[in-house]
């Protein structure tokens, strides 16, 4: 059974970091690549950031760039994404997910919700004074 464990939220001031976790079970995280999306409050889930096998990056949107970072170790099955010098509009559930199988260890240029095959539940990330 594939699942995704989302861990590492909580509430954080404005300029402070978080580190989220997504530990993988059921499959071989090595095979794959991984991405975290995010989704506030009426709004549209996002992609954040995507991750290959070779360790090579997408960052999205224009906002999360510089500050956050993706990141994996294959043999513990996580995936990691380090959040630094959060804002208020980076408040949002965080969610863990895998591509689908016919991209395999390659991040879509352009990634979507619908280019994920699996899912975590989410971790909140409040950002707030």
């Known amino acids: 059974q594939f699942q995704l464990v989302e861990s590492g939220g909580g509430l954080v001031q404005p300029g402070g970091s978080l580190t989220l976790s997504c530990a993988a079970s059921?499959?071989?995280?090595?095979?794959?690549?991984m991405a975290w999306f995010r989704q506030a409050p009426g709004k549209e889930r996002e992609g954040v950031s995507c991750?290959?096998?070779?360790?090579?990056?997408?960052y999205s949107p224009d906002s999360v760039k510089g500050r956050f970072t993706i990141s994996r170790n294959n043999a513990k099955n996580t995936v990691y994404l380090q959040m630094n010098s959060l804002k208020p509009e980076d408040t949002a559930v965080y969610y863990c997910?895998?591509?689908?199988?016919?991209?395999?260890?390659?991040?879509?240029?352009?990634?979507?919700?619908?280019?994920?095959?699996?899912w975590g539940k989410g971790t909140l990330v409040t950002v707030s004074s």
């Open positions: 059921g499959f071989t995280l090595d095979y794959y690549a």
């Open positions: 997910a895998r591509v689908i199988a016919a991209y395999g260890d390659r991040c879509p240029g352009d990634f979507h919700p619908s280019d994920m095959a699996y």
């Open positions: 991750i290959n096998h070779s360790g090579s990056r997408i």
